[in-house]
């Protein structure tokens, strides 16, 4: 039987990761790792709290998620990932999780884009990246996907055959170009999402943060995505 661990990136969300933390479908996963990126506020402590196993990582949404990944307990063959600002809908985790216990697929994606939105969770900029990206990948690496979204699962064993290097907001990206290139099965699946229950974007809060995300979202998808399947 697949066992489970839930990795949650998260960076100033105090008001937001308890509430995540507490709605895990705790009989299903055997841990819920919130890896705390240098928060200035009381994410850990609130995330203890709600039940987490807490872990620190240097700045960095790659460098959270590798950590994660890293920390996870031995047996855990199944990693997810979800952010903690409450967007996520966690009732959607058995459907990522399910085709990979059943051995069906390696790696299984969240799709916003073909899920329900709720109004002013996505900006017109972040749809219209979820589907540049998605046009570019289909012609670069010959895999069709819809959506960057953080909401994901993966086989663990099939993560460390990928060699994640991007320790910034491109390692979810990274992630899909890489299963495409060493032949992962993927599927993707429509996610619902919401509008985050506090706190700030870390990617779309403002300007300069935007287009700081943008920029080397593109820098990894040409640098990597440029590469041919193995």
Known sequence: MSQ??????????????????????WGAIAECIVVDNGSSDATAAVAAAAGARVVESPRGYGAACAAGSKAALAESDILVYMDGDGADVVAHMQELIAP???????????SRLRGQREAGSMLASQVFAGRLVG????????????DMCAFRAIRRSS??????????????????????????????????????IGGVSKVSGDWKASFKAALRIMEVLFRVGLRRKA
């Open 100 to 110: 990979i216990a059943s051995g069906d697929s390696d790696f299984v994606i969240g």
């Open 4 to 25: 489970v661990s839930v990795i949650i990136p998260a960076l100033n969300e105090a008001e937001s990761i308890g509430g995540v933390v507490r709605s895990m479908p």
């Open 159 to 196: 993560l460390e055959q990928l060699g994640m290097s991007e320790m910034t907001y491109g390692w979810n990206l990274e992630m899909q170009i890489k299963a495409a290139q060493n032949r992962l099965r993927i599927k993707e699946i429509p996610v619902d999402y919401r509008c985050r």
């Open 135 to 146: 046009v570019l990948l289909r012609l670069l690496q010959g895999v069709k996907y819809s």
